[in-house]
């Protein structure tokens, strides 16, 4: 059974960068069939795909078109968890994230998700 | 891509039958649509992938159809538990996912 544990702080300032973390258990974050993803959801915005890294013999990563100049995605094998970061962060980033398995084929369906952070932007 | 889901809240009795709309806007090839439910402060959870295979532990009541440009999602007679937001989600080759804004079921 897969679980997804997420941690980071849930009050962010504006202009510094949001940092989440989330460690996975009964699952690789190496696995050759899943991708691990991080979605938001707000109110304005409902729930929005933000990005995804995955391992297929090499690591690659996509991030949402939105995002692309403040967003990383990154793996950690050693530690079986994979991290966001946002840079210069806005009001407009205030949302519950959560950290997502996809699985099958395609861009993949959203297996197992995260409980999420509610993040709030503000000084 | 966008998706359309209708109506935006359906109210309905326990022990009737619901039917939720999504609507894409391009087709969508080996229909790659997914069907999720939220309840207040919970994460979505996986009812239906591949827009009629229901996922691991749903309940038959629980059905998927539709292919193209047009998917329902019909829960045949509502229990308590399924009052709730209901999500479309397509998956195409490539990323990024989109999700429809979503349908209420209300207790009527």
């Known amino acids: 059974h897969v679980q997804l544990q997420q941690s980071g702080p849930g009050l962010v300032k504006p202009s510094q960068t949001l940092s989440l973390t989330c460690a996975i258990s009964g699952d690789s974050v190496s696995s050759n069939s899943a991708a691990w993803n991080w979605i938001r959801q707000s109110p304005s915005r409902g729930l929005e795909w933000l990005g995804r890294?995955?391992?297929?013999?090499?690591?690659?990563?996509d991030y949402a078109v939105s995002m692309y100049s403040r967003i990383t995605i990154t793996a950690d094998s050693s530690k079986n968890q994979f991290s966001l970061q946002v840079n210069s962060v806005t009001p407009e980033d205030a949302a519950v994230y959560y950290c997502?398995?996809?699985?099958?084929?395609?861009?993949?369906?959203?297996?197992?998700w995260g409980p999420g952070t509610l993040v709030t932007v503000s000084s | 891509i966008v998706l359309t889901q209708s109506p935006g809240t359906l109210s309905l009795s326990p022990g009737k039958e619901a039917t939720l709309s999504c609507r894409t806007s391009?087709?969508?090839?080996?229909?790659?649509l997914a069907w999720y439910q939220q309840k207040p402060g919970q994460a979505p959870r996986l009812l239906i992938y591949a827009a009629s295979s229901r996922a691991t532990g749903i309940p038959d009541r629980f059905s998927g159809s539709g292919s193209g440009t047009d998917f329902t999602l019909t829960i045949s007679r509502l229990e308590p538990e399924d009052f709730a937001v209901y999500y479309c989600?397509?998956?195409?080759?490539?990323?990024?996912?989109?999700f429809g804004q979503g349908t209420k079921v209300e207790i009527k």
């Open positions: 890294t995955y391992y297929r013999s090499k690591w690659s990563h």
């Open positions: 391009q087709s969508l090839s080996s229909s790659f």
């Open positions: 989600q397509q998956y195409g080759g490539s990323p990024p996912c989109t």
């Open positions: 997502v398995r996809a699985t099958g084929y395609g861009s993949g369906w959203y297996d197992y």
